[in-house]
Each structure stands twice: as C-alpha cells, then as structure tokens.
DNA sequence: TGCCAGGTGATCG
DNA sequence: CGATCACATGGC
C-alpha cells in the first residue's frame, strides 16, 4: 500500500515515567484504541492513525535509580522512584513527538506527585493508585469528547465504541496517515457541520437510539455558536448534563479538578467512602474537599479502580 | 431472560 | 427545586 519504509518511521522516547497503556486506554476516557496481540494499542487520534508500545524496562519499578530526566529535582523524598520505561509510536518523527504526542499524552506533568499528594491520608486512593498507576488523562480533542460522551450516556463501554465506529464509518472522513497500520479502512470522526446536516434516519444505521437526536441538535448549536468554552456553554448542549459535562471538561478541556460522578464512581463514594447512596450532591461536595484541583486525576485512578474488580 | 450501562430531558408536585 | 419516568439498544 503505502512505501515500504513507512513502518520504519518510528521514535522512541526513553525514561517515561507513569505509564501504562493499558491503565491509559482502558481508563475509559477514549474509545478509539485497541490492543494488538503483542500488548501494544493501535489508535486514531489527531487526524493520524498510530501504534503505540511501552517497554518498561528491567523491572518496571527499580527501586532506586537516578532518573536523569530533564526535569530534574524531585522534591519529595522517600518514594520508589521508577527509572522509567521507553515509549515508541509508529508512525511518528522527532517533531510529530514533540508538537502532537507530548501533550496527547501529558508527558510534561509529573503524575508521581499528583499520586503522592492523592495518597496521603487515603488509603482507599492509594490502593486505587497502586492499581491504575499508569493512568494519564489524554488530551483530546473537543468535539471528539463531545460526541463520545453524549454518545455513553446510559451506554456500556463496549457499545459505545460500537456506535463510534460507525458513525465514523458511514460519516467521517478516510484517516490517511498510518492508515496501514490497521486491516481495514478507518475514518475521523465526523465534523459538527456533517452531522448538523443529517435527520435521525440518516444516523439509523449507527443505532445510537434516543442519542441520535442529541447528536444532531449539538452539532447544529455547535455550527451556529462555535465550540462550547466552559462548562457553562456545555452545559447548555442538548444531551449535556452534569456528569457527560464533567466528562468532556476533563478530557477534553483540560479542566482536571473536574470529578464526573457516574454509578462507579457512586460506588466507591458509597461502598468504600461511606457516603450516603446516590447522594450526588454529597459525593460532589466531598470530592472538591478532599481532591481539590486534583479531583479529575483521583476520579480515574477511582473509576478504573472500581471497574475492573467488579 | 432480565438487569444494566460512564444519564438526560420532560413532566410532574 | 427535587423526585420520577421514558428513552433505544444491546452487553452480559
């Protein structure tokens, strides 16, 4: 398909620490990534198509080590500082690195503190960090967030990156680059201006149900008034409530003190916070008190936490 | 089969 | 306000 030499532009970079591809993209913040059979994912983000494999090294965790890193100084003392393992995408150059991936994948915040900070005093969280200790909040695109999270209302995971699929599949523009990555053709998802232009029959095939209608009536706000900017313009989208708003703030605006409250969430803040059942208003109140403008890093750590041992 | 899923909008008191 | 209900569609 493409030139034979495509596969051969890749870039690695060494000492990243606080990752795991796993914890990344099984976290429930995106939905487009998939794990190949050797452990590494495939994805679609940033118009581009790549493959994304984590070594992490001997050991993972050596105890000791001097990381070297540029970033220097690392304040706080007795932790078990990991020496950090090495991050390779394919398709990707030196400069794709450093203006696209760097930031898709927060490398330049220092996720060791933030789990430090979280820990202290909870031992609830430091258990959750401990398991999802790998997890990084992806910077993702706007309208890309907005969709998928009007899309997973009242959803199940796996359905919900159904009705991504094809929706971009019967709307969205072909995805060239690292398009031979993948066995079969891939596409973007689609711009607010298509989907404004659509009914609810057209979307019929990409069975979104009573969602499909959301989709339409954002995207047409969307094309009239620009993109939200603030959780107050979201909040005015049609199919936007408190918890997708949340949701679309953190991974999609940056906005990383907020804490969606979903029912896992609800149930840790009940079954192991021991806050009254569905008392979201409660659970809202504790989370700003206790996580303050961490609330949307201990929220995934939480979530994941919960997810995946029930 | 029936319950449930990263909830929201509409419609009541 | 706050509680209640319908909503499409399937995953498990």
């Not at 996720?111 to 790998?134: F, H, P, T, W």
Request: aromatic content about 12%; proline content about 4%; overall charge negative.
């Amino acid at each position: 398909m493409n030139d034979i030499t495509a596969e051969d532009r890749y870039y690695t970079a060494e000492g990243i620490v606080d990752f795991d591809p796993v914890h990344i993209f099984e976290c429930g913040q995106c939905f487009r990534w998939e794990q190949c059979e050797d452990g590494s994912y495939n994805g679609i983000a940033e118009g581009r198509i790549v493959n994304i494999r984590y070594d992490a090294g001997n050991g993972g965790f050596g105890g000791s080590g001097s990381p070297n890193a540029g970033s220097g100084e690392c304040s706080s003392g007795s932790d078990t500082r990991k020496r950090g393992g090495s991050l390779t995408i394919t398709p990707c150059t030196e400069e794709e690195f450093n203006e696209i991936w760097y930031d898709y994948f927060d490398l330049g915040r220092d996720y060791g503190a933030i789990k430090e900070c979280l820990s202290e005093n909870d031992e609830i969280m430091k258990k959750a960090v401990s398991y999802g200790y790998g997890i990084r909040i992806l910077k993702q695109d706007l309208w890309e967030t907005i969709v998928s999270f009007i899309i997973s209302q009242n959803n199940n995971i796996p359905r919900i990156k159904g009705c991504i699929e094809r929706l971009c599949e019967n709307f969205g523009e072909p995805v060239e680059q690292g398009a031979y990555l993948l066995d079969r053709k891939t596409y973007d998802i689609p711009s607010p201006e298509k989907l404004a232009s659509l009914s609810e029959e057209d979307l019929a095939p990409v069975r979104l149900g009573y969602r499909a209608r959301y989709l339409i009536e954002t995207a047409r706000t969307v094309c009239e008034k620009g993109l939200p900017g603030d959780f107050e313009d979201l909040s005015a989208l049609c199919g936007v409530g408190p918890k997708v708003a949340n949701c679309i703030s953190l991974f999609g605006m940056q906005d990383h003190a907020s804490f969606p409250i979903d029912v896992w969430v609800m149930k840790v803040m009940h079954d192991l916070y021991g806050l009254p059942e569905k008392d979201k208003k409660a659970m809202a109140q504790f989370a700003r008190e206790k996580f303050g403008d961490l609330g949307g890093f201990a929220q995934q750590y939480l979530f994941y936490y919960m997810r995946d041992r029930s």
